[in-house]
């Protein structure tokens, strides 16, 4: 079945710094959205992305749908404490909506 | 718009016993999806309706699992004989029919002792 990997599993970084991940497929999708978790909650969007080549923000959050359309990637600008948490890339690509999630980037935020 | 409310938050179960878990999408929503999601890992889907109708289920939803959406509003998921494997937390969301960006609850954890 199709699979996402997300890199890296987990980042430890200081205030301040900015942060990078993505997310790979070995199928296209037509979607991608990234999402943020935090403890004994569900997923919350962040950012959709809906054209190959597309660049979108949010805030301090930027995300682009690969050319390819098998990847995508997530930037955090200047972290801040409460961006601590998991964040997820979730690709879709049938009408259903239904969603295939990475395993999770884990952030942590030294004040 | 109240968001999408599940309950309860938490279960504890004894190993073989049924569990029933509920969902209340945001009202005009007419997609709602049910994903489990265990330690360490992204949500896996399991189910989703169109108004009341199932219309795919995944192959991770064995014959002890059945979810339901009478009238198309609240849904509802089963699990029968319960295992420990079937600990995780359970997630319900809801959006509209065309619209990935679907909002999720803060989910069920089972926990199957």
């Known amino acids: 079945g199709q699979q996402l990997n997300q890199s890296p599993q987990s980042m430890f970084i200081q205030e301040g710094e900015d942060v990078s991940m993505n997310c790979t497929s070995s199928?296209?999708?037509?979607?991608w959205l990234w999402y943020k978790q935090e403890p004994g909650e569900g997923p919350v969007l962040l950012i959709a992305l809906y054209k190959a080549g597309e660049l979108t923000s949010n805030g301090r959050l930027t995300a682009q749908f690969g050319i390819t359309r098998k990847d995508s990637f997530l930037n955090i600008s200047a972290s801040i404490p409460s961006d601590v948490g998991i964040y997820f890339c979730a690709g879709g690509s049938s009408n259903t909506g239904k969603l295939i999630f990475g395993q999770g980037t884990t952030l942590q935020v030294k004040p | 718009d109240t968001g999408v409310s599940q309950d309860p938050r938490h279960k504890i179960t004894k190993r073989g016993q049924n569990v029933t878990f509920r969902c209340d999408p945001i009202?005009?929503?007419?997609?709602l999806y049910w994903y489990r999601q265990t330690l360490g890992q992204g949500p896996e889907f399991l189910t989703y309706?169109?108004?009341?109708?199932?219309?795919?289920k995944s192959r991770l939803l064995s014959d002890r699992f059945s979810a339901e959406r009478p009238k198309g509003s609240f849904s509802t998921l089963e699990i029968q004989r319960t295992e420990q494997g079937d600990s995780a937390m359970y997630l319900c969301?809801?959006?509209?029919?065309?619209?990935?960006?679907?909002?999720f609850g803060s989910g069920t954890r089972l926990t199957v002792v």
């Open positions: 199928s296209i999708f037509n979607t």
């Open positions: 009202s005009e929503h007419n997609r």
């Open positions: 969301a809801s959006s509209l029919a065309g619209r990935y960006g679907y909002t």
């Open positions: 309706f169109q108004n009341e109708a199932q219309l795919e």
